[in-house]
T-cell receptor
Framework: GENVEQHPSTLSVQEGDSAVIKCTYS??????FPWYKQELGKGPQLIID?????GEKKDQRIAVTLNKTAKHFSLHITETQPEDSAVYFC??????????????FGKGTHLIIQP | KAGVTQTPRYLIKTRGQQVTLSCSPI?????VSWYQQTPGQGLQFLFE???????NKGNFPGRFSGRQFSNSRSEMNVSTLELGDSALYLC??????????????FGPGTRLTVL
């Protein structure tokens, strides 16, 4: 089945700086890659997603890039703010294929924004 | 629209007991997926239901089961509880079939503690 590796496990950046989280996946059939943000005591919230027919997608301060050949995708957050502090998860799945593994998640990155 | 709701939010059980967790998807969503979240294993896919049928199942023992009702509400059951079943159980809903076929929206989760 699919395996998703996520790095780093903890990332501390100064407020206003950029943060980058990287993920790799193993199943070349995966074609849907969402990113979730989870705050303490809450469920994961989708912040952005990308499909394999697109190389990059942006939404205000958040962007995701996908390299299908290398099987890796990254989350970029610019001009970080204190409210960006949370755990971020990447995931992969086969959209529309009813993948037996559902969404396969990375282990998460604890992003800390230093004031 | 109201988000995904899960009840109860917290639950304490003892080994050997069974437990039933409930999930109400976003109105109009017909697919419900369940995930287990633990510090050691992260987020792991349990199963997905669509139109009252289990479409996909993750790699969990038969003690974990679920069902979906005609109004799309879903329940999951864990029998003969073990200490290792202590986790946050998350429910996610999406409008279309097939995990990843559309955005998955997560509920706040049910925190299960097994003593």
């Amino acid at each position: 089945g699919e395996n998703v590796e996520q790095h780093p496990s903890t990332l501390s950046v100064q407020e206003g700086d950029s943060a980058v989280i990287k993920c790799t996946y193993s199943d070349s059939a995966s074609n849907y890659f969402p990113w979730y943000k989870q705050e303490l005591g809450k469920g994961p919230q989708l912040i952005i997603d990308i499909r394999s027919n697109v190389g990059e997608k942006k939404d205000q301060r958040i962007a995701v890039t996908l390299n299908k050949t290398a099987k890796h995708f990254s989350l970029h957050i610019t001009e970080t703010q204190p409210e960006d502090s949370a755990v971020y998860f990447c995931a992969a799945s086969i959209e529309g294929g009813g993948g037996a593994d559902g969404l396969t998640f990375g282990k998460g990155t604890h992003l800390i924004i230093q004031p | 629209k109201a988000g995904v709701t899960q009840t109860p939010r917290y639950l304490i059980k003892t080994r050997g007991q069974q437990v039933t967790l409930s999930c109400s998807p976003i109105s109009g969503h017909r697919s419900v997926s369940w995930y287990q979240q633990t510090p050691g294993q992260g987020l792991q896919f349990l199963f997905e239901y669509f139109s009252e049928t289990q479409r996909n199942k993750g790699n969990f023992p038969g003690r974990f089961s679920g069902r979906q009702f005609s109004n799309s509400r879903s329940e999951m059951n864990v029998s003969t509880l073990e200490l290792g079943d202590s986790a946050l159980y998350l429910c996610a809903s999406s409008p279309l079939a097939g995990v990843g076929a559309d955005t998955q929206y997560f509920g706040p989760g049910t925190r299960l503690t097994v003593l």
